[in-house]
């Protein structure tokens, strides 16, 4: 069915068909080749997610030659389209200068965009900018809301974050009550500095 309807002009069937079927294998032989000319076919019909996996495709090489300017130029017209993934993953591409030029304000940017569209990996990143002060301003109290909000999202990173700043009263009170139990929230998450500094509380 999917076949059927993404070869009539159906951009979701295309992205579905992509994902699904050659991308995972489910109904039919995996293969890269065929998921990355369907992500295609969907991301030149305007298909947002689409572009974002397209993007994903020349960023591994996956389907396709590597080609991390073409990643960047998927990655941006997804983010545009208001992909939040799209957003974070354009981020890292300024973060890095993957594709296009390094730019650290760039990234704020798109992180700042991600964050406020709930993905929590970005909310994290843009906490960590405004901790270091890169790309913005150094502002504590933003980024402990920031890495607050992350936490509270089951980012594990953000939660070991959340307690360095309860630990040290980083853009909020000192708390060792409350920086001992996002340690804790970390750890049982799987964050390994977490255990560590849990580990050093124990001693």
Same mark, same amino acid.
């Given at each position: 069915?999917?076949? %059927?309807?993404?070869? *009539?002009?159906?951009?979701?069937?295309?992205?579905?068909?992509?994902?699904?079927?050659?991308?995972?294998?489910?109904?039919?032989?995996?293969? #890269?080749?065929?998921?990355?000319?369907?992500?295609?076919?969907?991301?030149?019909?305007?298909?947002?997610?689409?572009?974002?996996?397209?993007?994903?495709?020349?960023?591994?090489?996956?389907?396709?030659? %590597? /080609?991390?300017? %073409?990643?960047?130029?998927?990655?941006?017209?997804?983010?545009?389209?208001g /992909?939040?993934?799209? $957003? /974070?993953?354009?981020?890292?591409?300024?973060e890095?200068?993957?594709?296009?030029?390094?730019?650290?304000?760039?990234?704020?940017? @798109?992180?700042?965009?991600?964050?406020? *569209?709930?993905?929590?990996?970005? $909310?994290?990143? #843009?906490?960590?900018?405004?901790? *270091?002060?890169?790309?913005?301003?150094?502002? #504590?109290?933003?980024?402990?809301?920031?890495?607050?909000?992350?936490?509270?999202?089951?980012?594990?990173?953000?939660?070991n /974050? #959340?307690?360095?700043?309860?630990?040290?009263?980083?853009?909020?009170?000192? *708390?060792?009550?409350?920086?001992?139990? @996002?340690?804790? %929230?970390?750890?049982?998450?799987?964050?390994?500095?977490? $255990?560590?500094?849990?580990?050093?509380?124990?001693?």
């Amino acid at each position: 069915w999917f076949q %059927k309807a993404a070869e *009539n002009g159906n951009k979701n069937a295309m992205t579905s068909l992509a994902m699904i079927c050659y991308k995972n294998g489910e109904g039919t032989e995996k293969n #890269l080749e065929k998921a990355f000319h369907w992500y295609q076919k969907a991301a030149e019909n305007g298909d947002k997610n689409a572009m974002n996996n397209l993007a994903i495709c020349h960023e591994n090489g996956e389907g396709t030659e %590597k /080609n991390l300017e %073409k990643a960047f130029y998927w990655f941006q017209k997804s983010a545009e389209n208001g /992909n939040k993934k799209a $957003m /974070n993953n354009l981020a890292i591409c300024y973060e890095n200068g993957e594709g296009t030029e390094k730019n650290l304000e760039k990234a704020f940017y @798109w992180y700042q965009k991600a964050a406020e *569209n709930s993905n929590e990996v970005a $909310m994290n990143s #843009l906490a960590i900018y405004y901790y *270091n002060g890169e790309g913005t301003e150094k502002n #504590l109290e933003k980024a402990f809301h920031w890495f607050q909000k992350a936490a509270e999202n089951d980012n594990e990173t953000a939660m070991n /974050n #959340l307690a360095i700043c309860y630990k040290n009263g980083e853009g909020t009170e000192k *708390n060792l009550e409350k920086a001992f139990y @996002w340690y804790q %929230k970390a750890a049982e998450n799987g964050d390994k500095k977490a $255990m560590n500094s849990l580990a050093i509380c124990h001693e």
